[in-house]
């Protein structure tokens, strides 16, 4: 029997497919509107369906292997090598099957609805961090050109501003008073946003096996370990902990030549939110190790002592990346190890 790859390219109304046999030979180009896309591929025989992992595309992929086909997601950047003519859609979709038959080629896991979840809880949290931010460096340097110094960081703002309202003799006028009055209101306001969001997202991980595992790990708090789940569910796309970690941009660059080796910094990769709660965990993590006399403890200690913090906090979030995968991927809690 013929295997047919099908190079799909979404967009939001109108859909392009190429049915490619597995020779690169074309066998048919349907364009086909967004709801005729299901109608159509529950008519036509199974088949290997690939998209580019993209906007809708988990969706898309959930749905038509509810229809029985076999689907891949295909990252962009491995796709553009194998577009050969003028960039249109039917061609992207020629160059999204072709690339899907090389061996070599790698694929996105499709992410369940409840890792979406995830992701959706995070990227609303970190959008409102940043408005806070946003919002409370506006009304530091506005008050800034009035006279008023308040520190960095958000927790001072928040202390500090209500004193500034209050004190009748620094000179605000009445309508610059009023004014920063109604930004204190708007950041009181996501300052509790975000406290809602994040007790969402502890009692999401207090439901959530993969996540209960993951905070066995030191290092891993409730944002580490949902970020964990929603990028990469239960890790079986990986081949082991080193291939997590490279994924995860925490190992070095590489520009080896002629028999030399050159090693670089991190190659910061993948995912950068996921690298970077890693590494904050890490330095967190490093800054209390002093007193234990666990396994990893005594090997963080050690490196800290022969290099640089920064090296050290670096390389201990790719240990625990390592580490954090293991977990997931056995489902088995993590145990520190004695000296």
């Given at each position: 029997m013929k295997t047919i790859t099908i190079g799909l390219d979404i967009a939001k109304n109108i859909f392009h497919a190429v049915h490619m046999t597995s020779h690169g030979k074309i066998l048919k180009k349907k364009k086909l509107n967004r709801t005729a896309v299901l109608s159509y591929f529950a008519q036509i025989e199974l088949s290997c369906i690939v998209m580019e992992s993209c906007g809708s595309s988990n969706y898309w992929a959930r749905?038509?292997?509810?229809?029985?086909?076999?689907?891949?997601?295909?990252?962009?950047?491995?796709?553009?090598?194998?577009?050969?003519?003028?960039?249109?859609?039917?061609?992207?979709?020629?160059?999204?099957?072709?690339?899907?038959?090389?061996?070599?080629?790698?694929?996105?896991?499709?992410?369940?609805?409840?890792?979406?979840?995830?992701?959706?809880?995070?990227?609303?949290?970190?959008?409102?961090?940043?408005?806070?931010t946003q919002l409370s460096n506006q009304a530091r340097g506005m008050l800034l050109e009035q006279g008023i110094s308040i520190n960095r960081g958000w927790s001072a703002?928040?202390?500090?501003?209500?004193?500034?309202?209050?004190?009748?003799?620094?000179?605000?006028?009445?309508?610059?008073?009023?004014?920063?009055?109604?930004?204190?209101?708007?950041f009181k306001a996501?300052?509790?946003?975000?406290?809602?969001?994040?007790?969402?997202?502890?009692?999401?991980?207090?439901?959530?096996?993969?996540?209960?595992?993951?905070?066995?790990?030191?290092?891993?708090?409730?944002?580490?370990?949902?970020?964990?789940?929603?990028?990469?569910?239960?890790?079986?796309h990986f081949q082991n902990g080193r291939h997590f970690a490279a994924w995860c941009g925490l190992v070095p660059r590489q520009h080896s030549t002629g028999g030399n080796q050159t090693m670089l910094g991190i190659s910061k990769k993948g995912n950068i939110q996921l690298r970077t709660l890693l590494i904050a965990g890490a330095r967190s993590a490093l800054s209390r190790m002093d007193k234990k006399e666990d396994k990893l403890s005594?090997?963080?200690?050690?490196?800290?002592?022969?290099?640089?913090?920064?090296?050290?906090?670096?390389?201990?979030?790719?240990?625990l990346a390592r580490i954090v995968w293991s977990v997931i991927f056995n489902d088995k809690a993590y145990e520190l190890k004695g000296a």
């Open positions: 749905e038509l292997v509810n229809l029985g086909h076999t689907v891949k997601l295909i990252a962009p950047q491995h796709v553009v090598a194998y577009r050969r003519k003028n960039k249109n859609d039917y061609n992207d979709a020629e160059a999204i099957a072709e690339a899907s038959q090389r061996d070599s080629m790698t694929f996105v896991p499709i992410k369940t609805r409840e890792q979406q979840d995830a992701q959706i809880v995070l990227r609303i949290r970190e959008r409102l961090i940043r408005q806070r703002f928040r202390k500090v501003l209500p004193e500034v309202l209050e004190d009748a003799n620094n000179n605000l006028t009445a309508i610059s008073r009023e004014l920063f009055n109604d930004l204190y209101e708007e996501l300052c509790e946003r975000i406290e809602r969001v994040e007790q969402r997202i502890k009692s999401f991980t207090e439901t959530n096996d993969v996540c209960q595992q993951a905070q066995t790990v030191v290092g891993i708090g409730p944002i580490t370990a949902i970020a964990l789940y929603a990028a990469i569910g239960q890790g079986k005594q090997w963080a200690i050690k490196l800290k002592a022969t290099k640089s913090f920064n090296i050290a906090y670096v390389a201990l979030a790719n240990k």
